[in-house]
């Protein structure tokens, strides 16, 4: 099977995450994606995060999952022979991904007026913190602070009274979020250009992107004149069908039956307690509603009494939605996962195998297999190559320091 992007040419000038994840999404989906590195590199390649380096082989799982088939040059864009080898690279590209700042781009001559003046048929993709326009668009951003904070989302997942606010899940939460969304303005304008003609500018920010995630909280306080929802830990629930409880060894069953009273009656029968369904202080929502403190602790008491294990047999009796609380460790033995080849094992170029996250798009019920990321400048030659530089010319550009 083909990938659906195959004979489309990126141009990525990015670094650390946001940009490069979704440059490393388009690879996947068939892009030739040609990554230029400064002599130095990316710095997520030199970027240690602590307990997330300390695994046996000393693999950065954050570059390898960022980077993923692409194709590596090391060009020094300050440098006028850098910007030359640039734009012979773009003469037959389809896209110019960056996340480089405006002024930055301004600097080298690679700010969007500039290029797509020069070549009018390029889609000029980039990923910014706070947006194109208004008073800091020059302003650059990262997910911690852009997307989690200044988005909304910590203060969304905080419990009222907490000592501080909640921080993001894992690395580059929002990162690869956002570079999912500009993978997909990016699809959308290749789109475009071959219905129209027309190119596009596109950009996504992690602000943006943020909003976007959570976008029924935001309408709803727009609307109603409020500052925030604040999370209310571990109260009475408005439904107690719609609840995160705790099982006997300490595991956590999460329900998420909306219709109520379509399941109430069928959970409490597999459950052995179909007592509650007859009972008139719980028989229908409304005055489960008004009796939520005892139905909750009756409700906790009986997930308190069983296993994990034992829950999932029972559940599965009735139609009632539920999943498992599960530790990322567990996704690799899920069922599902290996169905639909989400977690893959792909080649690292040295007899062994890494594991890689699929990008969550399946074509004709297949995923899109995964490559590994490029080693600094290993495509350098070749790409010069094919430009129609000579091995003088290649030479050169070394001994200059355009080139690594």
Partial sequence: MGRPLEGIKVIEVAMWAFVPACGGFLSDLGADVIKIEPPSGDPLRGLQTGALMNNARNIDYSWESYNRGKRSITLDLKQEEGREVLMKLLEDADVLLTNLLPRARRKMRI????????????????????????????????????????????????????????GPPGPAFGDTLSGSMLAGGICAAIAKRALTGESSEVDVSLLGAAMWSQQRFICQSTADGVDRFPRMGDGVPF??????????????????????????????????????????????????????????????????????????????????????????????????????????????????????????????????????SPELGADSDAILDSLGYDEDGIIDLKVKGVVF
Wanted: net charge negative; hydrophobic share 35%; with cysteine.
């Fill in 111 to 166: 700010d969007s007026d500039t290029i797509r003046e020069q070549f009018p048929d390029l889609i000029y993709a980039s990923g910014s913190g706070v947006g194109p326009n208004g008073p800091e668009s020059e302003k650059g951003g990262y997910d911690a602070i852009t997307f989690w904070a200044r988005g909304g989302l910590s203060s969304t997942m905080t419990e009222e009274g907490a000592d501080r606010p909640v």
């Fill in 239 to 372: 439904n107690v069908l719609v609840y995160t409880y705790e099982t006997s060894d300490g595991r956590h069953i999460a329900l998420c039956m909306l219709q109520a009273d379509k399941y109430w009656a069928d959970f409490c029968k597999v459950a052995g307690r179909a007592d509650m369904a007859e009972d008139p202080r719980y028989v229908e929502a409304g005055v489960r509603k008004e009796n939520g403190e005892a139905c909750h602790a009756e409700m906790k008491a009986l997930f308190a009494s069983k296993t994990l294990s034992e829950w999932c047999e029972i559940l599965e009796k009735q139609d009632g939605q539920w999943d498992v609380v599960k530790h990322v460790g567990e996704l690799k033995d899920d069922a599902q996962v290996q169905a639909n080849q989400y977690l893959q094992h792909v080649d690292y170029g040295d007899g062994s195998t890494i594991p890689m996250v699929s990008v969550p798009v399946l074509f004709d019920k297949q995923a899109m297999p995964g490559r590994r």
